[in-house]
């Protein structure tokens, strides 16, 4: 029994440790946050040393963009396509065919002629 406040405390009391426990895991968390704040100094250069990009630079960077959205969409609209052509192979019946025929449509008008 330790005497704090004029009340006694139990360091043997859950609530003690508890807050004895927190008190050192909040230490060590700002002890490592401080410590990886001094490293992030140490990464980031010298204005000197930052790299400038040229002219040339830029349009490198420009044509690698437009190649990466241009495949974006091409990936796209393969799944697009991928898709419709699911869906024109299975049925809702667990059939399939690889022409759907809908009676009333189109292949049953050409059929009746």
């Given at each position: 029994?330790?005497?704090?406040?004029?009340?006694?405390?139990?360091?043997?009391?859950?609530?003690?440790?508890?807050?004895?426990?927190?008190?050192?895991?909040?230490?060590?968390?700002?002890?490592?946050?401080?410590?990886?704040?001094?490293?992030i100094k140490k990464v980031i250069p010298n204005k000197e040393e930052l790299w400038?990009?040229?002219?040339?630079?830029?349009?490198?960077?420009?044509?690698?963009?437009t190649i990466i959205s241009n495949t974006q969409n091409d990936i796209t609209d393969?799944?697009?396509?991928?898709?419709?052509?699911?869906?024109?192979?299975?049925?809702?019946?667990?059939?399939?065919?690889?022409?759907?025929?809908?009676?009333?449509?189109?292949?049953?008008?050409?059929?009746?002629?």
């Open positions: 029994m330790i005497k704090l406040f004029n009340k006694k405390v139990c360091l043997t009391s859950p609530i003690s440790i508890m807050i004895i426990v927190a008190l050192l895991f909040s230490t060590i968390v700002i002890a490592s946050a401080v410590k990886n704040g001094e490293d400038v990009p040229t002219a040339e630079d830029i349009a490198y960077q420009d044509s690698m963009y393969i799944k697009q396509d991928i898709v419709y052509i699911l869906e024109r192979l299975d049925y809702s019946n667990g059939s399939w065919d690889s022409v759907r025929y809908v009676k009333g449509g189109k292949i049953d008008k050409l059929r009746n002629q």
